[in-house]
């Protein structure tokens, strides 16, 4: 069995924000909650790099380790799933997540939270696959559909890479051997600058 | 002549180095940037809090309401209760307003216990909608509880502060551990409940603003953190004295639970208890 991972590469990576889009749209999440979010470094001066990023799917999750429900597990293939309606919203997982990737929906009584929400690496969750419940509560199962998760799908500079983690550093690799990296990466200094 | 060139070079290497690294081509540069903003000071609190609430929390609470139980339960059978007479001379502690503010608080702090003990253990006591109305209750009664503890707070405040003979009754553990009726340093409050008092009111003060920033989630998350930290060690600390209270009022002392319902303590039982108190 493989290891499912994303790989953004930054230096593809254009702050479009068509995966936050892509992930919000498709999956009709709610308001105020965004599974994917674009972080970028020296906006507006040579140099700016943006990284997409959402749930990690970590090895060891903290998230699982804090959840006094037990509602999040991860799957064979490395996808770390939470059961929606066993989720009493807590937020201990979002204290202990490195990355902000669980998220609250507000509005319910009193300004509660309700259950949390996260990156489901577009994997669905516990309910049976394809069913109505499942798209309602997590979202659409591509992966059982043989596809790509949303974001990775719709990405116009293919920067995001999600998949097997083999594969994904594989493909990875091969772009890094024919553009180079870092300074000697193709761009507008080797493009224009150096001419 | 070498002496200049080692310092030279080496100071040579650290310049180009750092031109390299603050060049934003570089890409571990780049990452390390991210890093910052993507996980910030996660080792500092949220570590911490990952291996408390992983390793501690549960377990901590598991052991206050099974241990104390236990341990209350053995002086019941070993020491026993205190009795006195009641049918002697009578004299009013508690008026009316104390009463009712007393029972208020009391029953809402009740009712934050039980609703929190379903959120810790919401594996077995309420996954799903149930731990999210224990949760919505846990925060109705943290208000009712935070009105009733003001004044009750700034009613009893004078005759909760400390004094010098509350470490000879903490010294002798109040008398509890023997049958004899032999008169203990209290006045009308003993240092116990001058330890329950001070933990509920400034503790339940502590836990209101903790409690306040878990349910609305503030913008900094190591707050948060921090504030969950506090809540659980300081929600142990609450739930055992709490059991060691309702103890002492239903069973150590018989008659005892009378007072906050009457207002009235036996004289002879204060002789005894609270022999300091001037009423």
Known sequence: MGRMKFLCDIERCIDCSGCVVACKEGNHIPVRVNRRRVITIGQGQPGEKSISVACMHCSDAPCIAVCPVDCIYQRDDGIILHDKEACIGCGYCFMACPFGAPQFPSGQVFGARGSMDKCTFCAGGPEETFSVKERKLYGQNRIAEGKVPLCAAMWATKSLLAGDADEVSDVYRERVFKRGSGANAWGWNKAYKNR | ?279
Request: charged letters at 10%; glycine letters at 8%.
């Open chain 2, 1 to 279: 002549m070498k002496k200049i060139l080692l310092p030279g070079l080496i100071l040579f290497w650290a310049m180009t180095g750092l031109a390299i690294a603050q060049t934003p081509e570089n890409l571990t540069t780049a990452y390390r940037q991210f890093n910052a903003l993507f996980t910030g000071e996660w080792q500092q609190y949220g570590e911490l809090f990952t291996n408390l609430q992983k390793n501690l929390f549960p377990r901590l609470f598991l052991l206050v309401i099974t241990t104390i139980p236990v341990f209350l339960f053995l002086h019941y059978i070993a020491i026993g209760p205190m009795s006195f007479p009641h049918d002697g001379k009578r004299v009013y502690c508690y008026n009316l307003f104390v009463r009712i503010i007393h029972w208020m608080a009391a029953l809402s702090f009740s009712l934050l216990v039980l609703t929190g003990f379903v959120v810790i253990f919401a594996k077995l006591l309420g996954p799903g909608y149930l731990g999210i109305t224990a949760r919505t209750v846990h925060l109705v009664s943290a208000v009712i509880f935070s009105i009733a503890a003001i004044p009750l707070f700034l009613f009893w405040i004078k005759e909760m502060l400390p004094a010098l003979y509350d470490l000879q009754w903490l010294m002798i553990m109040g008398g509890y551990l023997n049958k004899e009726k032999k008169p203990v340093p209290a006045g009308k409050f003993n240092a116990g409940q001058k330890m329950w008092f001070w933990l509920a009111t400034v503790g339940g003060g502590a836990m209101a603003v903790t409690g306040y920033f878990l349910y609305s989630h503030p913008g900094n998350i190591d707050i948060l953190r921090l504030s969950a930290i506090i809540h659980n060690f300081l929600g142990a600390a609450m739930v055992a004295l709490f059991l060691v209270h309702i103890y002492m009022a239903l069973a150590a002392t018989k008659g005892s639970l009378q007072s906050m319902i009457h207002g009235y303590k036996a004289e002879a039982e204060l002789k005894i208890l609270h022999p300091k108190f001037k009423y």
